[in-house]
């Protein structure tokens, strides 16, 4: 057994009968074509037949046309993806999140006395769903009002401290 001191080059790569057929079979197309005679056919499929590596099958093609078999055709390296360029959309917020402490001063249409009223006197969620909550609200409608006590606790809260409407606004007195 020999050791190989350097890789071996793209002909001296050993093939395969899948390799000879491909290349018999080219070979056959370029007969049908008129490229080749008969003795001539017969003579480079007896070579095709005896390769042992792709540099034996390499001189059976050099004075034909494409087609050539496919492991001849040189690699087809992907194109690069195009770079990507980040989109930014245009920032103009209306307002901060609805969540968000007031900032400029704007006071809500509603009214913390009303909004505090409505949740001790109506206890599923009224004074939520007058203050723009729904998703509270109708947590509040579904457990009604936590047996009332949620709905009271809530209520209260409003009274003292207010709070703000669905859009962050502070409700006013």
């Given at each position: ?6 890789p071996?080059?793209p ?6 009968t899948a ?14 074509a008129?490229?080749?005679?008969v003795a001539?056919y017969?003579?480079r499929v007896g070579?095709?037949v005896?390769?042992?590596?792709r540099g034996?099958l390499r001189?059976?093609?050099a ?8 492991f ?5 390296w992907p194109a ?5 360029t ?5 920032y103009?917020?209306v307002r901060?999140y609805?969540?968000?402490p ?5 006071y ?6 009303v909004?505090g009223?409505?949740q001790i ?12 909550h729904?998703?509270i ?10 047996f ?5 606790i809530?209520?209260?809260?409003l ?10 606004r502070?409700?006013?007195?």
């Amino acid at each position: 057994m020999t050791t190989v001191s350097e890789p071996a080059g793209p002909d001296s790569v050993r093939i395969g009968t899948a390799e000879r057929e491909d290349a018999i079979r080219v070979l056959g197309e370029h007969f049908a074509a008129g490229r080749l005679g008969v003795a001539e056919y017969e003579q480079r499929v007896g070579l095709a037949v005896d390769a042992v590596n792709r540099g034996d099958l390499r001189p059976l093609f050099a004075d034909l046309p494409a087609p050539y078999p496919p492991f001849m055709a040189p690699p087809v390296w992907p194109a690069p993806p195009p770079p990507v360029t980040p989109h930014y959309p245009a920032y103009a917020p209306v307002r901060p999140y609805p969540s968000a402490p007031q900032q400029w001063g704007e006071y809500s249409d509603k009214s913390k006395v009303v909004a505090g009223l409505l949740q001790i006197l109506v206890p599923f969620g009224a004074g939520r769903f007058y203050t723009g909550h729904t998703g509270i609200a109708v947590a509040q409608l579904l457990t009604c009002g936590g047996f009332g006590l949620w709905c009271l606790i809530d209520g209260i809260i409003l009274l003292v401290n207010g709070g703000t409407d669905g859009y962050g606004r502070r409700l006013r007195d």
